[in-house]
């Protein structure tokens, strides 16, 4: 079965570095999102993709955050500089588009750690 | 207001029981879709069950159902003969057709714990 596929999927970085995770979707998946899951709470979407353009950015902190999907596949969310608060485990996911009947897979995540 | 809102924060069952994992929700869109999620402590978000607004049958897939009222905004999970593996958190989340970017809105989960 075709998965979403995350690195790293664990990062410890110092605060004040700069810190990256790459998602690559399932193939064909046109809708590509990055969710932030701090610990003991429910999932927020950061950013959301349709092929490689924002559609929606708006909770993403965009003077430290930084997202792409340059070619409409896979995608790198970038943190610069990382803050304590930062640390979360950074979920991407993928559905075939923005219909509100296709499910959406996520990857395993990403967990930060930022000391 | 919160769009999704799952008031049990945490439940104990049985092992071989059925638990009920309750969500409502709240849209002004005709159109949405209703998921839930297990999260086991790996992290990794596992889709269990899909149910559409204009669906007419609760949804069901093996051991997971969906408790559709539609009138009272309710999606409520029912998991039956509870196993070991089920342990984990239980999220339920909202796709709305109309709502900008038809992004995925989640609750804020319920953990369950099955006692052998």
């Known amino acids: 079965e075709a998965e979403v596929a995350q690195s790293p999927r664990y990062k410890i970085t110092e605060k004040s570095q700069a810190v990256a995770f790459w998602c690559d979707p399932i193939s064909g998946h046109a809708t590509l999102y990055w969710y932030r899951q701090i610990l003991g709470q429910g999932p927020e979407l950061l950013v959301q993709?349709?092929?490689?353009?924002?559609?929606?950015d708006s909770q993403l902190p965009k003077d430290r955050f930084s997202a792409e999907r340059l070619k409409g596949v896979d995608s790198t969310l970038k943190i610069q500089p990382a803050e304590l608060g930062d640390s979360a485990m950074y979920l991407c996911a993928s559905s075939v588009d923005r219909s509100s009947g296709n499910t959406i897979y996520f990857g395993e995540g990403s967990w930060l750690t930022v000391v | 207001a919160q769009k999704i809102t799952q008031t049990q924060p945490g439940m104990f069952v049985q092992e071989k029981e059925a638990v009920t994992l309750d969500c409502t929700y709240d849209t002004s869109d005709p159109s949405y879709g209703l998921f839930w999620y297990k999260q086991p402590s790996s992290g990794e978000m596992i889709f269990l069950i899909y149910q559409g607004s204009y669906d007419q049958q609760n949804a069901t897939e093996g051991r997971y159902s969906l408790n559709f009222q539609k009138a009272r905004k309710s999606a409520n999970l029912v998991i039956s003969a509870s196993q070991l593996g089920d342990s984990a958190m239980y999220f339920c989340?909202?796709?709305?057709?109309?709502?900008?970017?038809?992004?995925?809105?989640f609750g804020g989960g319920t953990r369950v714990l099955v006692k052998p």
């Open positions: 989340a909202m796709r709305e057709a109309f709502a900008a970017g038809n992004k995925l809105t």
């Open positions: 993709f349709q092929d490689e353009s924002v559609v929606d």
